[in-house]
């Protein structure tokens, strides 16, 4: 029987490189859904967005969505909430449907949160 324990090193050394490069490319991909917090005078609410909804453009995420917002004056957005899935593990995930409208939002901003996000439905 042959010792292939240095071979196996030696590739694994080889695959190392290309390995941790494929590992910060997927970890610098944009998320599919950001979540932002929506204030209002009643009360605040977390919503998700993907790409379509945030329109294109450059600028920062929140931004293009409340030009979105003022343009059209309304907004069709996924509610989300912590929730646990069918593994039991802790996720935000979307709840319901909710429209936001330009003139009940004070402010819209960024929401960061360390729970893996559910993409929409």
């Known amino acids: 029987m042959t010792n292939t324990f240095p071979r196996r090193a030696a590739l694994a050394l080889v695959l190392l490189p290309a390995a941790l490069a494929v590992r910060g490319v997927r970890a610098q991909a944009p998320a599919p859904v950001q979540l932002f917090k929506v204030v209002s005078p009643r009360d605040e609410v977390i919503v998700g967005a993907d790409a379509a909804q945030l329109g294109a453009g450059t600028g920062p995420a929140v931004?293009?969505?409340?030009?979105?917002?003022?343009?059209?004056?309304?907004?069709?957005?996924?509610?989300?909430?912590?929730?646990?899935d069918a593994s039991g593990a802790l996720v935000q995930a979307p709840l319901r449907q909710i429209v936001v409208f330009r003139n009940e939002a004070l402010r819209l901003e960024p929401y960061a949160t360390p729970l893996p996000i559910q993409p929409l439905k």
């Open 63 to 84: 931004e293009r969505l409340a030009a979105q917002l003022a343009a059209k004056g309304q907004l069709t957005l996924w509610q989300y909430a912590s929730h646990k």
